[in-house]
């Protein structure tokens, strides 16, 4: 087999769009000016080109335009809803802030900054699928409990969470729910208000649009306690002049994926299948990780016995494969990635992990490509070996 390029760490990020691409160009040329320039049409077009790309981000999740606050990054938008939620006046006090051990960093590290500063923390254990335990959920919400924030899907093994039942869970205790919904926004349909969801952390460079631009939902009601303050952009909730390009990028990146999302979710899902049957049939010892069937369309998470991850992904990268591993080197410490931790992998599983995230992009030669390599791979490698045992 010839060897050839194949991307498949879609949930590390994804190339621009070449339509977002071209939507977005302009306005760093012609269309340069400052959206609060409003008294000509230059900044006035900048500032139409912004509130059309909210209306776009808002439309894929069924909020209004209002209640989209355009961020730096998901990071971004994960830290304004937890330092300015558990800092608002809508917090009333409560310091309990309840979120899962398998969420991504943006949000474990803010909570640990928050409990440095005195807040109370709960870490909720998942399942060995990934899936939060409502029951722990139910019992960690107490009379000084102000939010709760659980991710919608895991970005290294997919695992959708039931968002629906844990708002339910939310809101009959009165608390707020966030969802850092970075992994799955613009991938699988998300409806905050049929869900109950309070507020939504979402990136462009998941979506075929640039890195650097990622938004938050605010439900209309809630009052986030601003901590970047400046001029009055974003009516005073985020200060700093608008990245416009991104912006539009972002506005075109959520619309193309809201419109072509069923077609979409089908596709990337038959490829996943195909590479997830194919692995599991060629592949002795190994395992699929992440839930069975509530998982992303484009997630597919394996450990394999005997293998170190890092290794595995080097000699990806030779064939000229990109993936990921959640493997100790791979996370610059000595410990496997959390989330492999968390579903109660031990240490010596998690060590022979992969993922390989499939988007729109990748064909089914990649798929074949991709398990043909991987079986070599790991037939010489574990050949190698002292610990292989057939
Ligand atoms: C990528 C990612 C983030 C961070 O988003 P950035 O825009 O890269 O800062 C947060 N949460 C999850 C689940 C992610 O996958």
């Given at each position: 087999?010839d060897?050839?390029?194949?991307?498949?760490?879609?949930?590390?990020?994804?190339?621009?769009?070449?339509?977002?691409?071209?939507k977005?160009?302009?306005?760093?040329?012609?269309?340069?000016g400052?959206?609060?320039?409003g008294?000509?049409?230059?900044?006035?077009r900048?500032?139409?080109a912004?509130?059309?790309?909210?209306?776009n981000?808002a439309a894929?999740?069924?909020?209004e335009a209002?209640?989209?606050i355009?961020?730096?990054?998901g990071?971004?938008?994960?830290?304004?809803?937890?330092?300015?939620?558990?800092?608002?006046?809508?917090?009333?006090?409560?310091?309990?802030?309840?979120?899962?051990?398998?969420?991504?960093?943006?949000?474990?590290?803010?909570?640990d900054?928050?409990?440095?500063?005195?807040?109370n923390?709960v870490i909720?254990?998942?399942?060995?699928?990934?899936?939060?335990?409502?029951?722990?959920?139910?019992?960690?919400?107490?009379?000084d409990?102000?939010?709760?924030?659980?991710?919608?899907?895991?970005?290294?093994?997919?695992?959708?969470?039931?968002?629906?039942?844990?708002a339910?869970?939310?809101?009959k205790?009165?608390?707020?729910?966030?969802?850092?919904?970075?992994q799955?926004?613009?991938?699988?349909?998300?409806?905050?208000?049929?869900?109950?969801i309070?507020?939504?952390?979402?990136?462009?460079?998941?979506?075929n649009?640039?890195?650097?631009?990622?938004?938050?939902?605010?439900r209309?009601?809630?009052?986030?306690?601003?901590?970047?303050?400046?001029?009055?952009?974003?009516?005073?909730?985020?200060a700093?002049?608008?990245?416009?390009?991104g912006?539009?990028?972002l506005?075109?990146a959520?619309?193309?994926?809201?419109?072509?999302?069923?077609?979409?979710?089908?596709y990337?899902?038959?490829?996943?299948?195909r590479?997830?049957?194919?692995?599991?049939?060629?592949?002795?010892?190994?395992?699929?990780t992440?839930?069975?069937?509530?998982?992303?369309?484009g997630?597919?998470?394996?450990?394999?016995?005997?293998?170190e991850?890092?290794?595995?992904?080097?000699?990806?990268?030779?064939?000229?494969?990109?993936?990921?591993?959640?493997?100790?080197?791979?996370t610059?410490?000595?410990?496997?990635s959390?989330?492999?931790?968390?579903?109660?992998?031990?240490?010596?599983?998690?060590?022979?992990?992969l993922?390989?995230?499939?988007?729109?992009?990748?064909?089914e030669?990649?798929?074949d490509?991709?398990?043909?390599?991987?079986?070599?791979?790991?037939e010489?490698r574990?050949?190698?070996?002292p610990?292989?045992?057939?």
């Amino acid at each position: 087999m010839d060897k050839r390029f194949v991307y498949a760490d879609n949930a590390a990020t994804t190339p621009v769009a070449a339509e977002v691409l071209n939507k977005m160009l302009p306005y760093y040329t012609g269309e340069f000016g400052n959206p609060s320039a409003g008294f000509y049409s230059l900044g006035q077009r900048a500032k139409a080109a912004i509130e059309e790309a909210r209306q776009n981000v808002a439309a894929v999740i069924g909020a209004e335009a209002k209640e989209i606050i355009f961020t730096g990054s998901g990071t971004e938008a994960d830290n304004m809803a937890l330092r300015g939620f558990m800092h608002s006046k809508q917090a009333k006090g409560r310091r309990r802030l309840i979120t899962t051990a398998i969420e991504h960093h943006a949000i474990l590290h803010t909570a640990d900054a928050l409990r440095d500063e005195g807040f109370n923390v709960v870490i909720l254990p998942v399942d060995n699928n990934g899936v939060v335990d409502l029951v722990a959920l139910e019992n960690a919400i107490n009379e000084d409990t102000a939010l709760v924030s659980i991710m919608t899907a895991n970005n290294e093994i997919g695992t959708i969470q039931p968002l629906r039942e844990i708002a339910d869970i939310c809101h009959k205790k009165g608390v707020f729910f966030h969802t850092d919904a970075v992994q799955a926004f613009g991938h699988i349909p998300i409806n905050v208000k049929e869900l109950g969801i309070d507020m939504l952390s979402l990136s462009g460079h998941k979506i075929n649009a640039p890195k650097g631009i990622g938004a938050l939902y605010v439900r209309s009601g809630i009052a986030l306690q601003s901590y970047i303050t400046g001029g009055g952009q974003e009516k005073g909730r985020r200060a700093g002049t608008e990245n416009v390009a991104g912006i539009v990028a972002l506005g075109e990146a959520a619309r193309l994926k809201g419109e072509n999302m069923e077609r979409e979710m089908a596709y990337v899902r038959s490829l996943s299948r195909r590479l997830q049957e194919q692995v599991v049939a060629r592949i002795p010892q190994c395992a699929l990780t992440g839930h069975p069937t509530e998982r992303l369309p484009g997630n597919s998470s394996f450990v394999f016995a005997a293998i170190e991850g890092e290794t595995l992904i080097m000699d990806l990268n030779m064939a000229g494969i990109c993936a990921a591993t959640g493997s100790a080197c791979s996370t610059a410490s000595l410990d496997p990635s959390h989330v492999l931790l968390g579903i109660g992998l031990s240490h010596e599983r998690a060590h022979g992990s992969l993922r390989l995230t499939l988007d729109v992009m990748n064909t089914e030669d990649d798929v074949d490509y991709i398990v043909e390599n991987l079986e070599k791979i790991l037939e010489r490698r574990r050949k190698m070996s002292p610990v292989w045992e057939e």
